[in-house]
Structure formats: C-alpha cells, structure tokens
C-alpha cells in the first residue's frame, strides 16, 4: 500500500495543511517580535475567510477575492491595534474581543453565500518538475497559497534578520524605550506590524475559502487561530522553526487519519489529541536541549512614551 | 517568560468610579449606530439586552449561574497572570476537574453513600484541576517550554480525554448508548439557593474564593512573592522567594479553581457527565480576569458584565429575532468599548504629563 | 424501549385529555413557534436543514404563526437557560434539535406544562414532550448498493463523526446494502471527531482516497468532502443537504433531511389543539428522509437504486432484514426476522465485514 504514489499524495496533504497555518502563525511572529500579542489571529482569520469568499464570488476573481481578504484582515487588526498601541489597552482582553467580532462581522458578511460553491484556487503545475515521483505533486503541483506561504517565510526570515526595517522592528521589540529613545516610531512600527500579522492571518482565511475547502460556512475555522498562535510560541519567534511547527502539526493530524483508515481500533479521541501531544512534546525536547525561548521582552508591555 | 501585565498604579479613585460609565456611554453610541444601522430600535435593543435581565428574577439568578465559573476561573488566572505565568488552558483543568469529581459522582451512583459525596467531588475536582495546571507548570520549571502552548494544547487533549469516558467506560447503560453519564444522586449534586431558578450553592463557594483570594493577594507575603516574582523576577530571586516554587503555586491554585467550577458546573446546573461541558468558560475567564486588572472583586464586577451580555445576547435573539452573530459583533463591540473607555479613564493624567513634557 | 413507549403513549393520552380542555381561545392568535440549534444556520447541514424546516412552517401558515430560533446554542449549561428564555416569552411549541439538549428540555418541559416540547433524536418524553428522529439508515442502505455497483477498488471511504448510535446504524446499514450486491465489499472508516470543520473532514476524504478507495461517504455535515472528491475525481455521497453544486462529476446523490412536513405537521397540531407527546420515527415513507436524484451513474445502477428506495418506501425492504450477524459472529436478526427499532437506536457494533472496532467499545 505503501508505494511512491502514496507517499506523495500523503505529503502534499500535508505540506496543504500546513500551509493555512504557516501562512497566519507567520504574520502574528512579526507582529509579537514588534512587541504585540495579538490573540484576535482566530478572528482576522475567519473574516478574511468570508470577505475573500464573498468578493471572489461576487466578482469571479480568486485574486480579488484574496486581496479582499487580506484588506479585510488588516482592517480588523486596526481595530486591535488601535485599542492596544494607541490606547495601550490590555492585550489579551483586546485580542480576545477582537475575535469575538471578527466571528460575528463573518457570519453577517457570509450569512447570503451559505450553500454556494466555487471553483478551488487551482493547483499550479510546473511541467516536467510536477511529474517527478513523490516530491513533484508536492514541490510542484501545489495552488498560489502553498508557493505564497514559502515565499512569505523567506520574506519574513530575510526582513527580519537582514534588512533595517527589521533590525528596527525587532529593536522595538527587545525594548521599546530604548527604541523610542533613539527616536524610533515605537507606536507606528507596532501598528505596521500589526497590521501585517492582519494581513496574513487575512491570507490564511482565504486559503481555507478558496483553496482548501472552496466555500463559506460559519466558523469555518474551526480553532485554527489558536493553534497559530501557539506554533509562534513553539517556535521560540524564529520563522525556520514556524515552519518546522507547522509542518509537525499538519503531518501528525494528517497521519492520524491514516492510521484510522488502516482500522487498527486505537480510540479515535487518542488519535485525535496527537498533532497536540506530539508539539508539546516536541517543545518539551526543543527547549530541554537549552535553546533559548527568545522572547521579544516587551511583548505584551503596551508602551506610552510619556512615561 | 517576559510577558510582561500592565499595572496601573495609583489610579485615582475617581477614575475608577468613572470608568464605567465612560464606557458604557461609548457602548450606547457605538451600540445605538450599529443597531440603527441594522434597522433595529437601539432604545428596545438596549432594554432588552441590559435592562430586562436585571428586572426579573429568573434571569437574575440565571446570571449569577453564568457568572460563577467565570468568576472562579477568573479568580484563579489573577494568580497565574499577576506572577506573568501565562496560563491559557483553564478550559482544560476546568474539565479534567469535572472528570476527577465525577468519579466519585458516578462511582457512588445507586448506593447509599451519605452527604459526604458532594464535599468529596468538590475536592477531587480541585485536585484534578490543580494536577492537570501543574503538568505545564512542571513543563516550564523542568524543561524550559512556553506554558503558553502546553497549556492551551492540553486543553483539546482534555477534551477529547471527556469524550472518550462519556462515549465508551462511563456511559449510562440505560442511555441507549447515547454518549453521556447518568445523572447524578440527590447526594452528587451542588444543591439549589431557591426553590425557584438555578441558582447553586456554587456562588456561595466563589464568594469565599474571592474574599479569600482578596487577602491572600493583598495582605500576605505568598501574595508579595507572587507579585515581585512577576513584576521584578530578579528582586524576588534576591528577597528569596523561589521562583519554581511560585510556578507551581500559581498553576495549582489556577488550576484548583477552575476544576473547582468544572466539578460545581457539572453536579450543579448540568446534572451529568457529557462531551459538552463548558461554552468556552475556561477562555472567556481570561478576558474576565483582564477587564477585572487581575483583582478579585474586580474580576467579580467584570464576570457579571460578561455574563450579561451572554444573556443579554440570548435574549435579544428571542425578543428580537436577531442574528446569533449581531449579537457576537454587539458583545465585542461593548467589550472594546469597555476596554478604550477603562484606557482612556487611566492614562487621562499621564496624557496631560505628556503634553508638558512634549 | 416498548415499556417506554407504551409509557409514552398512556403519557399521550392523559396530555390529550388536558390539551382538550385547555384549548386555545380564538384562531386569529398568533401561535408562537421556536426552534433551538446546536450550530450556526450557516453550516449548510444539520442545522441549516432544520431551519429550512422552521422556513417551511412560515410558508404554510403565513401571518398566523410566529416563529424564532436561537443558534449556536452549546449542549451543556447554556442550554436550559435558553429553552426556559423561549418558553417564557410566550412560545407555545418549542423544537430543540440536538441530542445533548434531552435532559435541559425535559426539565423545562415539567415547569411549563402547558407549553409543548419537541426533542429531535433522544428518548425521553413527557406529557408535553414528544421526541423525533429520522431513519436516516434507510437511505444509507441504498448508498452502500450504489457504493457496491461503482466501486472498482471494492472499498468504500467512511468520514464519521462520533459514535453514537446513529453513526454505527448508519454505517451498519450502507454496509448490509453494499453486501447485498457485493459480499466482499470492504469500508475504511475514519472518525473526525466533529460534526462541523470543513477542512479536516477535507484531510479525511484526502487521506481516505490515498488509501485506495474510490466512494466516499460522510456523516459529517459540511461539503468539504464532497468538493475533494470532486477535484480527486472519486465519487461521493452527501449529507445533510443535497450537495450536487460541490461535486456536479462527484454525487451519486445525498441524504437529504427533510423536516419539514414533520414541523408544519406538529405546528398545526398545536393549533388546533391535537397535539399528543409522540416519538416519531419517520423515513424515506413520509418524505423525512429524501434522496436526492441518482446522478453520475449508469441506468441499471439507478434503477436499482430506486428500485430499493420504492421497496423500503413500501414496507418490502427493511435494511435490518435478518440475516444480521455481528463481527463476532453472534446473531442479531435471523433470516425472516429483522432488528428490533430499540437495538436499531442504541446501536454499538459492527455487522460482519467490517474489519474495524466500535471506538470505545
């Protein structure tokens, strides 16, 4: 059973559903190396979901349609940086209300597209290479979002360690006094940055609703953000390590289901609780062997320059 | 872990009494635009959603029902949050603590056990809920790894922990398989204030926890270690205070109250053991705990906000045949409003400072 | 379950009895209805279908009914408050449509005793508490002779959701159907855990399809796996709704739910005051379970498939026809005989042929 064929169509359901939370866990880890804790990833998510969905099916365009969503959001996470960077809100409280409106903008916004259907964000065959054996479908045969997260990834690993920008950016991070003191927009960097991880989390809800599983339908993320969210934590706010996270994540919930079609009779609840056991444990081993947690220090620290 | 909370030291008194009532005049306009511009009547809307809840008895005591998991599991994040240990996974102790003291519920069930059995799941559901919050504890002190993500992956590994007993060894028999437990004795159950409503017993139990959490924050050096620990971890580490020490008390405590209100929500309003036990209790105690500044008569105001714009939500559907969903964007609306006015209240003075200095 | 029903219907006749002498004063009232559901009206599934329902009983009485629903509403504390919420503003008969809302409806039930209850897919009843469900293994028996004709790798991909009865009775009875045409046909079951995330019932019909099977049926309740059977080019049941927009090339037909004349039913009863406490358990007969058309198939695969549809419509064909033996071997219905509705509705085990375990059991 095990053939070539197989494993190939395996990895590219993996490397699929990965790619959702690559793509939001990306733009939360630039917006917390900023300084930021945005737990409303769950809610830019979903409306970026139904805003992405509502304006390809209206307009025929996937492209639109995914440029809405990323509008859309950024828009939701101005919400949130305005109440957090500008208001110095709490964070956490902030974050968690955003979601609860995003949840409720994306149902009204999708309530008249349930039970509508679209045409998937198609795969992008790259002749010749997408023929290869196991890795072609998987390297090659995949839609824009998979190509658009790795692209994404070695933007964010690029930015963030060689360019000024995210030299800044990070500086705003580490110590946002200091930051301010050598008379850098502390607030303004944050709320880009912000507004990035809106972006993308934005992104990764259009890949659900156009690309994934090509229609609407409420709370259609089921969770997702959440676990975003804790994949920047596993990665101890290292972009390689977002993508060893994510792809740990995806492959085990994508292997448990293997396992179940093999009817073996292991519990499906044990089953199902792996992708989550398998990254604490795989934390637990990371950080055993002493690697740093790598922390922003000011995150979470709302700043007021007057202070 | 340098997840830092906000404190608002010296905050006037006046401002605090303000604070609401800003924010309740930012949420009647933002509410007043948004449900005018839903083709609602705001005057009808907000009666409804404010003003009917706490004009009648039934829901007065429906909203303490919902306030006091809320409020226990609040009370208990102030002490993970206050020594900036970021537990996220209270939704997963609150089950495992409703686990732990259905056992004895269910292990009790037909035989002639005495008034002992209730006191007893009460326990057990606190030590399962403390054990469950030390795991990520014992993660950090141990191996270094991020509480934030142990906390919050262990509670679907809670979940699904439930829907296995409740769907295969602890099924009612009698339940045509169907996945839950029986119902509990007259024993294994949090008995009612009154005769009408659902108002528990339970309240009474968060009550004491938070004047109780209120001196032990307050007044006592376990309260000061926890604090300095999380504010100046190298000035408690000099004081002496042993900072695994102050990990794993915060976790257990945390952890302890919301199993606490697991097991009370289970032998009390719900009766049984099902896949179903909480509508998300475990994450809304967080924005409770927030919106209460980590103080437990704080967090007991900031409970009972939240578990009136639950009710109120609900009813407006019923009266007003609104959307589940206007009535999310509507309490995420208020909260954000909650959240800028309690902001603004605050930072007024140190605005003014800025000016000066600008 | 028969001391149950016979329970039941003394239960019934006494409400009977007082419903008739509490009737309701004049026909130009608006006569409140509400409906409660356990996920949002956008799922496209199980809820969705149920408000279609709602929709149908505003189309059939117009201005003389009112109706209301309340979404999302979790299994568990929550529930009770809202049922109690409804049956004190005034609605005279109350729908609630998910399992886990048994006992909250119950108790409500016993403190509004002149309002009448109505609980989809459990078992306890009252006098103003009558329960309803759906043979829906009725058509999955059609979809298992389908599977058995189509299938050329002789494996059938199921996507479930958990395991209550319902599930096993319906996995049980696609498999008896499939056997009837094919005695060798095997099922690959993979249990979701969820009745409602798009994208992992999606993983599972990839993954089931990378394991060799070529149709895929569902008992969850979004489209998602019949869209992946589409793009993989497999077939595909659906569920819930009829989901031939998501897969044009893909369904062979849907399970469609259809409570509709059920709800218009019962909503005039409360009118004219006949309403009884019942346990109705209605299938593809009174139209509750409603396939959609047999597409992408051959005609002599479709002419079977109605053919069964018209013999189960009739009384001719009960999917639990004995023989019906366990895997283990022990004997449920012997030939002549069929499986009794109580050990139908309280299902937990797999008829022989399926090489897999009863999660939990």
């Known amino acids: 059973m095990l053939d070539t064929v197989m494993i190939g169509a395996v990895l590219a359901s993996v490397v699929a559903a990965a790619t959702t939370l690559l793509i939001a866990s990306l733009g939360e880890l630039v917006a917390e190396r900023a300084g930021t804790l945005n737990l409303g990833v769950e809610g830019m998510m979903i409306i970026g979901a139904a805003v992405g969905y509502a304006t390809a099916y209206s307009s025929g365009s996937l492209l639109l349609g995914t440029l809405a969503a990323v509008l859309a959001g950024m828009a939701l996470s101005l919400v949130f940086a305005t109440l957090t960077i500008w208001l110095a809100a709490n964070q956490v409280a902030s974050g968690l209300a955003t979601t609860i409106l995003g949840l409720g903008l994306a149902g009204l916004i999708g309530a008249s597209f349930v039970g509508t259907r679209l045409d998937a964000a198609p ?127 995806g492959a085990v919930s994508i292997l448990q289901l293997h396992v179940q079609g093999f009817g073996l009779g292991i519990p499906s609840q044990l089953l199902s609780s792996l992708p989550y056991l398998a990254t604490v444990a795989a934390l637990v081993l990371i950080s055993a062997m002493k690697r740093g947690q790598g922390a922003p220090a000011s995150l979470g620290v709302p700043f007021v320059p007057d202070r | 872990m340098p997840l830092k909370l906000e404190r608002q030291e010296n905050v006037p008194l006046a401002g605090l009494i303000a604070a609401p009532f800003v924010a309740l005049a930012v949420t009647l306009v933002v509410g007043a635009v948004m449900f005018l511009a839903m083709g609602q009547d705001p005057v009808e809307a907000f009666r409804i959603y404010f003003i009917d809840p706490l004009g009648d008895a039934y829901t007065l005591q429906e909203l303490v029902v919902k306030a006091c998991p809320l409020l226990l599991i609040g009370v208990g994040l102030a002490f993970c949050y206050r020594a900036n240990r970021w537990n996220i996974g209270a939704e997963g102790q609150y089950v495992v603590g409703a686990v732990f003291g259905s056992w004895l519920a269910l292990a009790t069930h037909g035989t002639e056990a005495g008034p002992w059995v209730l006191p007893a799941m009460l326990v057990l559901g606190a030590l399962g809920g403390a054990a469950y919050g030390l795991i990520p504890a014992f993660l950090r002190v141990r191996f270094g790894a991020s509480e934030i993500l142990t906390s919050l992956m262990l509670v679907y590994v809670a979940q699904l922990g439930l829907d296995y007993l409740v769907r295969g060894p602890w099924r009612d028999p009698a339940g045509f398989n169907f996945p839950q ?31 109780a959490a209120t001196f032990v924050l307050g007044r006592t050096l376990v309260g000061f270690s926890i604090e300095l620990g999380g504010s100046a971890p190298r000035a408690a580490a000099f004081a002496g205070f042993d900072e695994r020490r102050v990990t794993y008390g915060v976790f257990a405590v945390s952890g302890a109250l919301a199993g606490l209100a697991g097991i009370i929500e289970v032998a009390g309003p719900i009766g049984n053991l099902q896949p179903s036990i909480s509508p998300g209790y475990g994450f809304t105690a967080i924005i409770a705990a927030m919106l209460g500044r980590l103080h437990p008569v704080g967090i007991l105001v900031s409970s009972f906000i939240l578990a009136l714009t639950y009710i109120g939500g609900e009813a407006a559907q019923i009266s007003l045949r609104m959307p589940f969903d206007v009535t999310r964007v509507f309490q995420g609306t208020l909260l954000i409003a909650i959240l800028a006015a309690d902001v603004l209240v605050r930072y007024r003075i140190r605005r003014v400072e800025g000016v000066r200095h600008a | 379950m028969r001391k149950i029903l016979s329970l039941a219907l003394g239960l019934a006749a006494g409400a009977a009895l007082a419903g008739a002498g509490a009737l309701p004063a004049s026909a130009a009232e608006k006569l409140k209805a509400a409906w409660v559901y356990i996920g949002p009206v956008g799922d496209f599934g199980w809820s969705y279908q149920h408000d279609q329902g709602r929709k149908a009983v ?82 999955r028996y059609i979809l298992g002779q389908i599977a058995a004709k189509m299938s050329k790798t002789g494996t059938i991909g199921y996507i479930a959701s958990f395991p209550i009865p319902e599930v096993i009775s319906g996995i049980n009875a696609m498999m008896l159907g499939a056997q009837s045409v094919n005695p060798d046909m095997k099922v690959k079951i993979v249990w979701v855990n969820s009745w409602f995330d798009p994208a992992k019932e999606a993983d599972a019909a990839k993954a089931l399809i990378d394991q060799g099977v070529d149709i895929i ?114 004997v449920v219905a012997k030939a002549g005989e069929a499986v009794a509705d109580k050990d139908i509705l309280s299902m937990n085990w797999y008829v022989k042929g399926i090489d897999d375990k009863v999660p939990g059991q």
């Open chain 2, 181 to 211: 437990s029986v119902t509990f004795d007259a024993v294994a159950t949090v008995p009612l204030l009154f005769e009408e409503g659902r108002m528990h017993a339970g309240i009474v139990i968060a009550l004491v926890v938070v004047v």
């Open chain 3, 217 to 330: 049926a569902q008992h969850t309740d979004s489209p998602a796996a019949m869209q992946v059977a589409e793009a993989r080019g497999v077939k595909a049941f659906g569920q819930s709704s009829d989901m031939i927009k998501f897969g044009p090339n893909a369904q062979l037909t849907s399970i469609v739910d259809n409570w509709a004349p059920y709800y218009v039913e019962r909503v005039k009863e409360a009118m004219d005051g006949s309403w009884k406490s019942t346990d109705t358990w209605a299938g593809l007969k009174e139209g509750e379970v409603h396939m959609a058309d047999y597409t992408n198939m051959p005609d002599d695969v479709k002419k079977l498939a109605q053919e069964t549809e018209a013999k189960i419509k009739s009384g001719a064909l009960n999917p639990f026809q004995g023989p019906v033996v366990k895997q283990d071997g022990t």
């Open chain 1, 123 to 249: 795969a992008l065959d790259i002749p010749g290479l997408s023929d290869l054996p196991i890795l072609g479908k998987v390297a090659f045969g995949q839609d824009a979002f998979v190509y658009a997260s790795v692209a994404l990834l070695a933007l964010v690993t690029w930015g963030l360690a060689r360019t000024r920008i995210g030299l800044i950016l990070r500086a705003v991070g580490e110590s946002h006094a200091a930051a301010h003191a050598l008379g850098h927009p502390v607030r303004k960097i944050r709320t880009l940055a912000v507004m990035f991880g809106g972006a993308c989390a934005g992104l990764a809800g259009a890949h659900l609703s156009l690309a994934y599983t090509p229609f609407w339908a409420s709370d259609m993320t089921a969770g997702r953000g959440w676990i975003a969210l804790a994949l920047v934590v596993f990665s101890a706010w290292k972009p390689l390590w977002l993508l060893a996270g994510a792809y740990l994540f």
């Open chain 3, 58 to 139: 505003e189309a059939a009485f117009g201005d003389k009914v009112e109706t209301s629903y309340v979404e999302s509403v979790p299994e568990g504390p929550d529930a009770e408050r809202v049922i109690e919420q409804l049956a004190r503003a005034g609605n005279k008969i109350i729908f609630t449509t998910s399992f886990g809302y048994m006992e909250p409806t119950l108790k409500v039930a016993k403190r509004h005793p002149k309002v009448f209850f109505e609980h989809a897919t459990g078992y306890k009843r009252d006098k103003n508490m009558a329960t309803y469900n759906a043979k829906f293994h009725e058509g």
